[in-house]
């Protein structure tokens, strides 16, 4: 095991910034998420950190060795590829040995070990099939007991469980919980699924266009995200982002004509004229039709999603979603009110930071 | 169906025509062997004989051409095509030389270009001064130039079928460039190789001309040359040996072709050589 | 740019250098050397053997001696009669049998299929050296097979090698080679959406219709691709020299078989590397058509 230093790393594909100068440090031992929309530079960023890209400059340390320029196998790093990447004419104990062969173990050894993590993995039974004769949960798990049998320095994931059904991801999400609580190597996760990089990560870095974000814990991105652009991409359906126009005098909110709110609270510095006001569907609750402290809407459309139901309704000429946790969709009349919890509202600035 | 049954008498027996056609020059084959006083015409055998057989391999120096020296030339060209055109191919495909492309152009343009017997002009003065004149390795090398770069062309198509995590898990996992290529590149390729080492061996099995020019030493000479042993002095062919002979050289050839073709099917590469 | 490939660039030229060897000794110096062997009187025997003189252009002037040249078993002859043979074999025979075949099993897979094609295939690939006794047999005056079958029917029996030696290596030739141009054009019909006929046969088409209107244009780059490949092999193709010898009087002399004789029965290296410097130009013309069709088929 060994923490992670990525210093001002950077990798352009032409005048595409794949990964622009990024900075980040991730301690011995911790699960680190990078997530993000597809072409982020994430998995650019994962590549490098494995050896298979090399950036064009920046420096990459694991512990306290850099390791920038090496090859993959002088880096001691384990990886599991979204295809599983399991060699067809392999059983799959050799397939999980083959890492313990290329580092010339002894038979013998590479038997115990590999026996040993098919039983921690619950693969003992599989060890004599060939990869093509099993489920795609199995072929995951090998992959897996691949990537733990040589106690790597760092485990590498490349969107692992996005080739599985959605009841097996939930599964196999669980499962990779469980096994990092046991095994407890530094991990590089990448993903597109947010709520894979909530329920697995200690540490989420939120990427964008070849930048970092933001880098926190599930809870911190979730409840503060720093800027729009995580605000936008987190949450499902994510937060409202209400364009407004703030009179700091009088703290004084607008989203239109006939659409004013007082407000409460302390105004964070620079919230005044033009800015985005950002909040959370389920801290948007609909009241009745002028109600004082309330903005006007009108109904778009509802949806039953299950055990929480989705109102769209129009503010002005702006989109605005409240989440109810209800059995059933509730009777609403064409036009409401709403009202927001304040103390959960944010306010962005025209740079698309938040404004503290 | 508008066309009704008259269409489908005419179509088969045209398709039976045609399956005449093919088969009625061979067809020579299937009888003349067992027949001890065969002649050119086709006969059923009235005395079934293995006698020819018996014969023909007590022809030491046609056994030894069939046995030794065609199994060395075809084997060797088999072994060295499959196995230099994979790892050329494999070079091309996952080293990061310019030009690769161009490259491979150029090449199958040369194979197509120096060939027949235009290009045995050249071959033969090569070999002469390189002192490979009447050797195995000089027709096994020429012959295993000539094809290279169709062979290569065709590795490269399966190549670039194999996903690179292949190559990657084992780069991550602590594999050398070599132990890529022989845990995983080359075994996770056998079809190709397999597709390239059939034609190669077929190609050098039924070579006529380029031994016949390179090898002058008869008890070096394969198969395809060893028919002059069942030639009287006079020059003309003892008919009943010679056709003995010609299906004992056929069938491996043949059989392996037609394994492969029903194993893997007709695949058209566009390379430009048979 | 830096990129990590699985291969570092000394590694993958160590992969490559064998093949390279090989492909420059027995392709490329070929190739080169024919040019300056043309300009030589090297020969194998006599004076010439160990201090080949500079001829200069004797060994073309000779060859395009235009008053010579089209005389029976000359270049300009051989040239006529390998253009005759490709023509016939090759462009008529092979293709538009190959193409007949295609047709005839589209969208059939029951035996008859499976005979005719393992048939044709089987006389693709047989040996040349043993193709040449069988059609030795099968023309033979006396007793060939062919004169038997003729027989049946009350046609006399002819001496076709030498009465009729051009058109026996065309049908020879067409015989043996139809295979290849029947699997591409066979490979290339399966690849067609079998709705485009459906389509044209609910709107009324004729077969012949459908032939035209539908299937040709949709083949046209592969019929270019076998057209191309067929040739140059054709023209390359020394089999029929076991039929024939070149003969009788030079009348089956190929181009392939002139060069045999000139560089490698009579050794003159010389005028033999004349003859091969045309044939390569020629091949050269061919093979890069080829890839300028394949390519932009590629492409497409």
Avoid at chain 1, 86 to 93: D, E, F, R
Avoid at chain 3, 52 to 62: C, I, K, T
Wanted: charged share 15%.
């Amino acid at each position: 095991m060994a923490s992670l230093n990525l210093t001002q790393l950077r990798r352009h594909f032409g005048t595409v910034k794949a990964v622009d100068n990024i900075d980040l440090a991730v301690n011995d031992g911790q699960f680190v998420a990078l997530l993000g929309p597809s072409g982020c530079g994430k998995t650019t960023t994962l590549r490098m950190i494995a050896g298979l890209e090399l950036p064009d400059s920046g420096e990459i340390k694991i512990g306290e060795k850099p390791v920038t320029h090496l090859p993959p196998r002088d880096r001691n790093i384990a990886m599991v590829f979204q295809d599983y990447a399991l060699y067809p004419h392999m059983t799959v104990a050799e397939n999980v040995g083959y890492p313990l062969k290329v580092r010339n173990v002894q038979a013998v050894d590479i038997r115990a070990r590999v026996n040993n993590v098919a039983e921690q993995l619950q693969i003992n039974h599989l060890l004599e099939r060939r990869p093509s004769q099993l489920s795609g949960g199995q072929q995951q798990r090998v992959a897996l007991a691949r990537a733990v049998i040589h106690k790597a320095q760092i485990t590498l994931y490349d969107e692992p469980l996005s080739n599985l059904d959605s009841k097996l991801r939930l599964e196999a999400r669980a499962f990779l919980k469980h096994l990092q609580r046991e095994v407890g190597v530094t991990s590089v996760y990448v993903t597109h699924d947010q709520a894979e990089a909530m329920a697995l990560a200690d540490l989420i870095v939120v990427m964008n266009d070849g930048k970092i974000m933001q880098v926190g814990s599930p809870k911190d991105i979730y409840q503060t995200p720093a800027n729009m652009f995580v605000a936008g991409f987190i949450g499902s359906p994510p937060m409202n982002l209400m364009a407004c126009t703030v009179d700091a005098a009088t703290r004084t909110l607008r989203f239109g004509d006939n659409l004013a709110l007082q407000w409460q609270h302390d105004l964070p510095q620079g919230a005044h004229g033009q800015v985005t006001f950002g909040i959370r569907p389920e801290y948007v609750s609909i009241r009745p039709a002028g109600e004082p402290g309330t903005l006007d809407a009108k109904l778009y459309v509802m949806q039953m999603l299950g055990s929480e139901s989705l109102i769209m309704l129009h503010v002005g000429n702006q989109l605005v979603s409240a989440r109810l946790i209800a059995d059933d969709l509730p009777e609403l009349p064409e036009r409401v009110g709403i009202a927001l919890d304040q103390k959960r509202g944010f306010f962005y600035g025209t740079d698309g930071n938040r404004l503290i | 169906m508008k066309s009704g049954w008259l269409a489908r008498v005419l179509s088969n027996i045209l398709g039976v025509a045609l399956a005449l056609f093919f088969l009625v020059p061979m067809l020579w084959f299937v009888f003349a062997p067992f027949n001890e006083h065969a002649t050119l015409s086709v006969r059923i055998p009235e005395n079934f004989t293995l006698n020819n057989f018996q014969v023909v391999f007590s022809n030491e120096t046609a056994v030894r051409s069939l046995l030794q020296n065609s199994v060395i030339i075809s084997g060797g060209v088999m072994v060295l095509t499959a196995l230099i055109a994979t790892l050329a191919a494999y070079g091309f495909s996952r080293g990061s030389l310019p030009g690769r492309e161009i490259i491979t152009y150029i090449l199958i343009l040369f194979s197509s270009v120096v060939t027949g017997t235009a290009s045995l002009v050249p071959i033969f003065v090569l070999i002469y001064n390189l002192g490979m004149f009447n050797t195995y390795q000089g027709v096994i090398l020429a012959t295993v130039g000539g094809m290279l770069p169709t062979s290569i062309f065709i590795m490269r198509d399966f190549i670039d079928g194999l996903p690179r995590s292949y190559e990657e898990a084992a780069m991550v996992s602590g594999a050398s460039p070599l132990q890529i290529f022989r845990d995983i590149v080359f075994p996770t390729l056998r079809p190709g190789v397999l597709v390239v080492a059939v034609m190669a061996f077929v190609s050098g099995w039924g070579a006529f001309l380029t031994p016949l020019i390179l090898i002058r030493n008869a008890s070096m000479r394969p198969a395809s040359i060893a028919f002059y042993q069942f030639y009287s002095d006079e020059g003309s062919p003892n008919i009943p040996l010679v056709s003995t002979y010609a299906v004992l050289y056929t069938l491996p050839a043949l059989l392996l072709y037609l394994f492969i073709n029903a194993r893997y099917g007709f695949r058209f590469f566009g390379g430009i050589k048979q | 740019m830096q990129q990590r490939t699985v291969l570092s660039r000394p590694i993958s030229l160590a992969f490559i250098s064998p093949a390279f060897i090989l492909i420059a000794l027995f392709l490329i110096y070929p190739f080169f050397s024919i040019f300056s062997m043309s300009f030589t009187n090297q020969a194998l025997t006599g004076a010439a053997a160990k201090n080949p003189q500079y001829v200069g252009l004797d060994n073309y002037a000779e060859l395009l001696d235009f008053d010579t040249w089209m005389t029976r078993g000359e270049f300009g002859s051989s040239i006529l009669i390998t253009a005759q043979f490709v023509l016939g074999s090759a462009l008529i025979g092979q293709a538009g049998l190959g193409m007949s075949i295609a047709l005839l099993f589209y969208r059939r897979n029951d035996l008859l299929r499976h005979l005719v094609y393992t048939l044709a295939i089987i006389a693709w690939i047989t040996p040349d050296v043993v193709i040449g006794f069988a059609w030795f047999a099968f023309l033979d005056p006396n007793t060939g097979t062919l004169n038997n079958i003729l027989g049946l029917f009350g046609l006399p029996a002819q001496d076709w090698l030498l009465k009729f030696p051009m058109l026996s290596i065309i049908a020879f030739n067409t015989w043996r080679g139809t295979a290849f141009s029947m699997l591409l054009f066979t490979s290339a019909l399966s690849a067609i959406s079998p709705s485009y006929l459906e389509t044209s046969q609910v709107i009324g088409a004729s077969r012949w219709q459908q032939f035209r209107d539908i299937l040709l244009p949709m083949l046209h780059t592969t019929i270019a691709t076998d057209l191309i490949l067929i040739t140059l092999w054709t023209f390359n193709t020394f089999t029929p020299y076991l039929l024939t010898g070149g003969g009788p009087g030079y009348q089956t002399e190929l181009v392939s078989i002139y060069t045999y004789r000139i560089g490698l029965q009579n050794f003159e290296f010389g005028r033999g590397s004349a003859v091969a410097v045309a044939v390569m130009l020629i091949n050269l013309v061919l093979a890069s058509v080829y890839l300028i069709v394949s390519r932009a088929r590629k492409t497409k």
